[in-house]
Nanobody
Framework: QVKLVQSGGGLVQPGGSLRLSCAVS????????TGWFRQAPGKKREGVSC????????NYADSVKGRFAISRDTDNNIVYLEMNALKPEDTAVYFC????????????????WGQGAQVTVST
């Protein structure tokens, strides 16, 4: 059984930065593709970024390209989402996710979810 435990999030001013972490247990990061989704109030859940289990290839939503960076620590089974130049429209609950393949995540076919973390960008 894979378990995803998130940390990070909080309140930040526009233009600021935050880092989210996701500790993966039960399997290694080389067994599952991992990524991040978010859901803003009144909106559908959307994919933010994902990373391929085999070679670490990354993918980003157009709305966060150039501002967000996904990375992983395979020794400690942790996935990170570094968020820079944050905007009010980035306000959402962010979820760490895992699935058997990179394509599964990009197709919203998620096997495991983290507990979610609130990110609020506001003055």
């Amino acid at each position: 059984q894979v378990k995803l435990v998130q940390s990070g999030g909080g309140l930040v001013q526009p233009g600021g930065s935050l880092r989210l972490s996701c500790a993966v247990s039960g399997n290694t990061l080389e067994d599952y593709a991992t990524g991040w989704f978010r859901q803003a109030p009144g909106k559908k859940r959307e994919g933010v970024s994902c990373i391929r289990r085999r070679d670490g290839t990354t993918n980003y939503a157009d709305s966060v390209k150039g501002r967000f960076a996904i990375s992983r620590d395979t020794d400690n089974n942790i996935v990170y989402l570094e968020m820079n130049a944050l905007k009010p429209e980035d306000t959402a609950v962010y979820f760490c996710v895992a699935a058997p393949t990179f394509a599964d995540i990009r197709n919203f076919d998620i096997r495991y979810w983290g507990q979610g973390a609130q990110v609020t960008v506001s003055t």
